[in-house]
């Protein structure tokens, strides 16, 4: 059964940095394509940044783009989300998500991931940037 854990979520000031985490599991999931997306409190969710099923490629939203980075490590089942210079608007609940396996498609265009691909989703971590 899929299962996605986050981590690494708090609460730090304008300008620092955090990194997130998520370890993806289970047989039925695409672990290569793990999106992240993020809910402010009375706003939708929006997406973050993401893997490329096709072909490996990150992609950001405008928003985090040059600031935020991703990356995996396959040996650990665990996709990372490294924010640097955080501001205040970043404040959200992060959650990370995974396709079925065999999806196709997903994340393959430049900018923000869109939920309707994914179909398994973390329970989320915290981010509040705050002095």
């Known amino acids: 059964q899929a299962q996605l854990v986050e981590s690494g979520g708090g609460l730090v000031q304008p300008g620092e940095s955090l990194t997130l985490s998520c370890v993806a599991t289970g047989s039925n999931l695409n672990p290569y394509a793990i999106g992240w997306f993020r809910q402010a409190p009375g706003k939708e969710r929006e997406g973050v940044s993401c893997?490329?099923?096709?072909?490996?490629?990150?992609h950001y939203a405008d928003s985090v783009k040059g600031r935020f980075t991703i990356s995996r490590d396959n040996a650990k089942n665990t996709v990372y989300l490294q924010m640097d210079s955080l501001k205040p608007e970043d404040t959200a609940t992060y959650y990370c998500a995974a396709p079925v396996l065999g999806s196709d498609y997903v994340c393959h265009y430049p900018g923000a991931p869109t939920e309707y691909d994914y179909d398994f989703w973390g329970q989320g971590t915290q981010v509040t940037v705050s002095s």
């Open positions: 893997f490329s099923s096709r072909d490996g490629k990150t």
